[in-house]
């Protein structure tokens, strides 16, 4: 594991509002599908959502990401319209009760993205890196927007069978590679990685990425780990997802280490706990 020194800062426009990513910020989650892997189905109506919300923002959540398709292993398919009546009532909502509220639309269509964007939304938070819809770059280059881009291969549905690779962290290197520089043809300024844990990887190849992460820093784009409460630490613990919090947040601090800049969580005070021992760690360094 590297040293929390050196790690580059970065920034991201969002609505014109520059965000200092020197610091570590945390995206709370908000599944609003009834099938997600942990909290699905948990939100049945508009006030337990907001309240989610509300709770996410005074725990220190810099950005809200707000989801209407779960991606886990097997998900069921979602057409886009109802993807999009899922969605844009909650953007309304929430931005009507929280102006400032910074909401990244985790999606895969540049239909849902454009029309959310329109609505007030700041970020794309793409799993696929534009894979699934030829237009989604071109949308997210005209809207100028952050692009959040995941490591995936196949669907969701058919992710798992995909898990073989030459070498691993080469290998999404090089997938890195190739989509940073079609997000920047597209004029797509404000581009995030995500190494994707647990799409098309197995629980071992989890561990390498997070183990080498830092490799992934010569890419010169911030880092965003999606790792809470997924199947990689409950496994490991031989217990479940509504158990895995703390070796959720172990895992958020070696994730920090080797120099994650957003932490996507279903959990923020933990999260935001985690990120102040990691300044704490990283000024006594």
């Known amino acids: 594991m ?12 969002c609505k014109g509002e520059l965000i200092d990513l020197s610091q570590p910020k945390v995206m709370g989650i908000l599944n609003i599908t009834p099938d997600s892997f942990y909290d699905g189905g948990r939100f049945k109506d508009s ?62 269509r540049s239909k849902v993205i454009k029309e959310c964007t329109e609505m007030g939304a700041a970020i794309c938070n793409d799993i696929s890196a534009g894979k699934l819809d030829s237009k989604m770059m071109e949308t997210v280059g005209k809207l100028k927007i952050p692009y959040i881009m995941m490591h995936m291969k196949g669907t969701p549905r058919s992710m798992q069978e995909q898990t073989q690779y030459k070498h691993i962290v080469n290998d999404i290197y090089y997938y890195f590679s190739e989509r940073i520089q079609a997000a920047k043809a597209h ?29 992934f820093k010569n890419l010169n784009c911030p880092i965003l780990t999606g790792i809470s ?30 120099g994650s800049k957003i932490l996507r969580v279903h959990d923020v005070r933990e999260a935001l706990e985690c990120v102040k021992l990691y300044n704490a760690l990283t000024k006594a360094s």
Do not use: W
């Not at 590297?2 to 426009?13: D, E, Q, V």
């Not at 996410?56 to 886990?72: C, H, K, Q, V």
């Not at 490991?236 to 947040?249: H, I, K, Q, Y």
């Open 2 to 13: 590297n040293s929390t020194k050196n790690n580059p800062g970065f920034s991201i426009n």
């Open 187 to 215: 004029k797509i300024n404000d581009l995030v990685i995500d190494l994707g844990f647990g799409f098309a990887k197995t629980l071992n190849q989890n561990y390498i990425l997070l183990n080498q992460m830092d490799y």
């Open 47 to 108: 006030k337990t959502m907001l309240n989610q919300v509300e709770k996410m923002l005074i725990e220190g959540a810099a950005f809200i990401d707000i989801g209407a398709y779960s991606s886990r292993p097997g998900a069921n398919f979602v057409s886009e319209e109802e993807e999009l009546q899922r969605i844009t009532p909650m953007i309304h909502l929430v931005l009507k009760t929280f102006p400032n509220c910074r909401i990244s639309i985790d999606s895969f």
């Open 229 to 258: 409460r997924k199947s990689m630490v409950y496994k490991v613990l031989e217990s479940t997802a509504s158990e895995a919090l703390n070796g959720t947040t172990a895992l958020n601090m070696t994730a920090l280490m080797n």
